[in-house]
């Protein structure tokens, strides 16, 4: 009999791998607070001590739950017997985890549904954990591709949806932006491309700032698009010392063929003061001031939100000798006299549809009215960078958007009201470039570049150089 004077032992703790416990309280802080993945991800990973595989391993799981969402939420949505809302948060984040494993990861179905209990049980008790282990049970009975086809709209959008994880509403956008006009009809084959490269894992690019650092000191491989680029295989981009030192960055190639189409556009006459207009985080203003003290030429950053101007200084730093300075300034309202620039770089504020393979978490917070309420402001932006830039010196108009609302349609509203200005042939431009390789750029509109992650293997950049007449 047992003796009652005696203490009840309490519960052995249940003991978390440590990776997906890391996974987990990422999604959590990507959820409650509206955190990007890319920033807050190599924080955890540094305060926890996993590198290697174990960093690589967390890296997927994160950005692949993240990626897809949407379709695990419908699956899981199958397979419980209450409303997704009426679901714990902290219960759909291990869901989630639980299903990227079983459905797109080779994790064996055991540890997949055995780990994740776990973390539940030790998050949220017995209760939670017996819920979890019954629907990854279930999610289990069926692989990826039999749930979309169980679960998928018949319609085409509707069915790319859940089969690529995106909103609906984005993938009408990219079919739109993809076929080029409202009234074409987009190729299946390619929209499945396009959809398909925003789910997957984009290298780390690294770019050698001209007179600062070279390619071949970074590392990598590389690419045979930026003559300036690299790609990182594996490790630490800030272990590079030349990335350490701000020699280099990490940066798409896709930004940096911007940056360097707008260098290399012909202009008449002086070329000595440049301007990035909208300067923020600094990676582009970075490159950019390189470029120009090659020429001799000094680089302006202005950015609106002082918190950015101060990433555009720390970006910048070690490119002095082309710099002017870093200035918090409103793009629609020129802080400096009509005709002052040669060169203007307006990478507007955008929806970022063309970069959801590095930001997962952006297609889900993203609505159609952001689009709508963006495009006054593009608009703005480029008219007052045509108003800063003198006769004779070009504007480069850039978005990480394909979205034609966001590209065409802003340049030929602006370029409809007035008549001293006109489209370069942007795409010559780019492709004329010594060093820059590349096929298929041309964009919605005549004259302009529109890169795509399936075609190019950089995000979806859009560029249109236009000249002050």
Same mark, same amino acid.
């Given at each position: 009999?047992?003796?009652?004077?005696?203490?009840?032992?309490?519960?052995?703790?249940?003991?978390?791998?440590?990776?997906?416990?890391?996974?987990?309280?990422?999604?959590?802080?990507?959820?409650?607070?509206?955190?990007?993945?890319?920033?807050?991800?190599?924080?955890?990973?540094?305060?926890?001590?996993?590198?290697?595989?174990?960093? *690589?391993?967390?890296?997927?799981?994160?950005?692949?739950?993240?990626?897809?969402?949407?379709?695990?939420?419908?699956?899981?949505?199958?397979?419980?017997?209450?409303?997704?809302?009426?679901?714990?948060?902290?219960?759909?984040?291990?869901?989630?985890?639980?299903?990227?494993?079983?459905?797109?990861?080779?994790?064996?179905?055991?540890?997949?549904?055995?780990?994740?209990?776990?973390?539940?049980?030790?998050?949220?008790?017995?209760?939670?954990?017996?819920?979890?282990?019954?629907?990854?049970?279930?999610?289990?009975?069926?692989?990826?591709?039999?749930?979309?086809?169980?679960?998928?709209?018949?319609?085409?959008?509707?069915?790319?949806?859940?089969?690529?994880?995106?909103?609906?509403?984005?993938?009408?956008?990219?079919?739109?932006?993809?076929?080029?006009?409202?009234?074409?009809?987009?190729?299946?084959?390619?929209?499945?491309?396009?959809?398909?490269?925003?789910?997957?894992?984009?290298?780390?690019?690294?770019?050698?700032?001209?007179?600062?650092?070279?390619?071949?000191?970074?590392?990598?491989?590389?690419?045979?698009?930026?003559?300036?680029?690299?790609?990182?295989?594996?490790?630490?981009?800030?272990?590079?010392?030349?990335?350490?030192?701000?020699?280099?960055?990490?940066?798409?190639?896709?930004?940096?063929?911007?940056?360097?189409?707008?260098?290399?556009?012909?202009?008449?006459?002086?070329?000595?003061?440049?301007?990035?207009?909208?300067?923020?985080?600094?990676?582009?203003?970075?490159?950019?001031?390189?470029?120009?003290?090659?020429?001799?030429?000094?680089?302006?950053?202005?950015?609106?939100?002082?918190?950015?101007?101060?990433?555009?200084?720390?970006?910048?730093?070690?490119?002095?000798?082309?710099?002017?300075?870093?200035?918090?300034?409103?793009?629609?309202?020129?802080?400096?006299?009509?005709?002052?620039?040669?060169?203007?770089?307006?990478?507007?504020?955008?929806?970022?549809?063309?970069?959801?393979?590095?930001?997962?978490?952006?297609?889900?917070?993203?609505?159609?009215?952001?689009?709508?309420?963006?495009?006054?402001?593009?608009?703005?932006?480029?008219?007052?960078?045509?108003?800063?830039?003198?006769?004779?010196?070009?504007?480069?108009?850039?978005?990480?958007?394909?979205?034609?609302?966001?590209?065409?349609?802003?340049?030929?509203?602006?370029?409809?009201?007035?008549?001293?200005?006109?489209?370069?042939?942007?795409?010559?431009?780019?492709?004329?470039?010594?060093?820059?390789?590349?096929?298929?750029?041309?964009?919605?509109? *005549?004259?302009?570049?529109?890169?795509?992650?399936?075609?190019?293997?950089?995000?979806?950049?859009?560029?249109?150089?236009?000249?002050?007449?």
């Amino acid at each position: 009999m047992a003796d009652p004077r005696r203490k009840s032992r309490p519960p052995a703790r249940t003991k978390i791998d440590p990776s997906r416990g890391a996974a987990y309280d990422v999604l959590k802080q990507v959820r409650v607070e509206d955190a990007y993945t890319n920033l807050i991800l190599p924080h955890v990973l540094r305060d926890r001590g996993l590198t290697g595989r174990d960093a *690589a391993f967390v890296t997927e799981l994160v950005s692949g739950t993240i990626r897809r969402q949407g379709t695990y939420d419908s699956i899981i949505s199958a397979c419980v017997d209450r409303p997704l809302a009426k679901v714990e948060a902290k219960v759909l984040d291990a869901l989630r985890l639980g299903a990227h494993q079983l459905l797109s990861m080779r994790v064996p179905t055991h540890a997949a549904i055995s780990t994740t209990v776990d973390l539940i049980r030790a998050r949220g008790g017995q209760g939670p954990a017996g819920f979890t282990n019954a629907v990854l049970r279930r999610v289990a009975e069926h692989d990826f591709d039999q749930w979309v086809r169980r679960i998928a709209p018949h319609d085409p959008v509707g069915f790319a949806s859940v089969a690529h994880a995106h909103p609906a509403w984005v993938v009408a956008e990219l079919s739109t932006a993809l076929a080029g006009s409202p009234e074409a009809q987009v190729d299946p084959v390619e929209l499945d491309a396009l959809l398909g490269a925003d789910n997957a894992s984009p290298q780390v690019t690294l770019v050698a700032r001209p007179g600062l650092s070279t390619p071949a000191e970074l590392g990598g491989t590389p690419t045979g698009r930026s003559p300036w680029a690299v790609a990182l295989e594996a490790g630490d981009p800030g272990a590079v010392p030349a990335v350490a030192e701000g020699r280099a960055g990490v940066q798409d190639e896709g930004s940096q063929l911007v940056a360097l189409a707008l260098a290399a556009a012909p202009v008449d006459g002086r070329d000595e003061r440049w301007l990035d207009l909208c300067s923020g985080p600094g990676g582009k203003s970075a490159l950019l001031s390189a470029l120009a003290a090659g020429v001799g030429a000094r680089l302006l950053a202005s950015e609106l939100q002082p918190h950015r101007a101060r990433l555009v200084q720390r970006a910048t730093a070690a490119a002095t000798d082309g710099l002017a300075g870093v200035i918090v300034a409103d793009g629609t309202r020129p802080a400096w006299l009509p005709g002052t620039f040669d060169r203007i770089l307006v990478d507007a504020p955008c929806s970022g549809l063309g970069a959801l393979r590095r930001r997962p978490e952006a297609r889900w917070r993203r609505r159609p009215k952001d689009i709508t309420d963006l495009v006054p402001l593009q608009e703005r932006l480029l008219a007052g960078a045509l108003d800063s830039v003198r006769p004779g010196g070009v504007v480069a108009y850039a978005t990480c958007s394909p979205v034609l609302e966001e590209t065409r349609g802003v340049v030929e509203a602006v370029l409809a009201a007035r008549d001293d200005v006109h489209i370069e042939d942007s795409a010559a431009i780019m492709t004329g470039i010594d060093g820059v390789e590349l096929d298929d750029v041309d964009g919605p509109l *005549a004259g302009t570049v529109q890169l795509w992650p399936h075609r190019h293997h950089t995000d979806a950049m859009f560029l249109a150089i236009l000249r002050r007449d």
